[in-house]
């Protein structure tokens, strides 16, 4: 279990936020996080095939302790990739049965827009967009050790999409935001915490929501998620 000292304010706003169940959420807090990832059905190398699977996600895997990735060459060609179990339940609100026009818009090092290529059908294509300041280089590694060719990856502000008016069926936004969700696997986050970081978040995140309204085909589908507890970040957006 870890020995976390979270910052008094955050401690506060999270005991008035979740009343009664603020207890059992700063003592999760302080768990080791479970490892899970997700094998690439196009490079089934049978590695990983026994160990607990995820029920949301058919090639979610739970391990038992986290490996030395970093030495395995099957994550270097794309075989697995390391990614949150929680993370990998967005795609049940998409229909893949169907061809469809998929932006991802701000994509971080390809987890999620490798899910999304999973499951899409070959005539589908996917825009995995990463917002500038983050390492575009990564993403585009990170698609191609994966494998599919249905995919355009780029580095743009959202406001440089809106030549693509009403042409997405689905956009996703994995908000940019104040990484709360983060506090029991990198500790620095903690420390780089402060009370206003959610208003400036929310600020860009509400731009960004903006520009991708427009974005969307009629009837299509928007897909908001962040890595974050405040009300700011998520219910107030």
Known sequence: MHTLKFPEAFIK????????????????????????????????TGEYENEENIPWCK???????????????????????VQDASSM??????????DIRVLELSASKGDNSTLLLS??????????????GGKASILAENIIKWGNANVIVSSNY????????????????????????????????????????AFQFSVNQKNILDDAISLLKKDGILIYTTQTYSLEENEQI
């Open 13 to 44: 706003r999270m005991k008035i936020q979740l009343g009664d169940e603020a207890e059992d959420f700063f003592k999760s807090l302080k768990e080791e996080p479970a490892v899970s990832l997700r094998v690439n059905p196009a490079k089934n």
């Open 119 to 132: 499951l899409m059908t070959e005539n589908s294509i996917l825009f995995s967009n990463r917002l500038p």
């Open 59 to 81: 090639f979610g895997k739970y391990l038992n302790k986290k490996p030395e990735f970093v030495f395995d060459p099957i994550i270097h060609a794309g075989g697995y990739f």
């Open 89 to 98: 339940f967005f795609h049940k609100a998409i229909n893949f049965s169907k």
């Open 158 to 197: 959202s406001s440089a999409f809106k030549n693509f008016a009403a042409y997405f069926d689905v956009i996703l936004i994995d908000a940019p935001s104040s990484l709360e969700g983060f506090f029991r696997k990198k500790t620095r986050t903690i420390e780089k915490w402060a009370t206003n970081k």
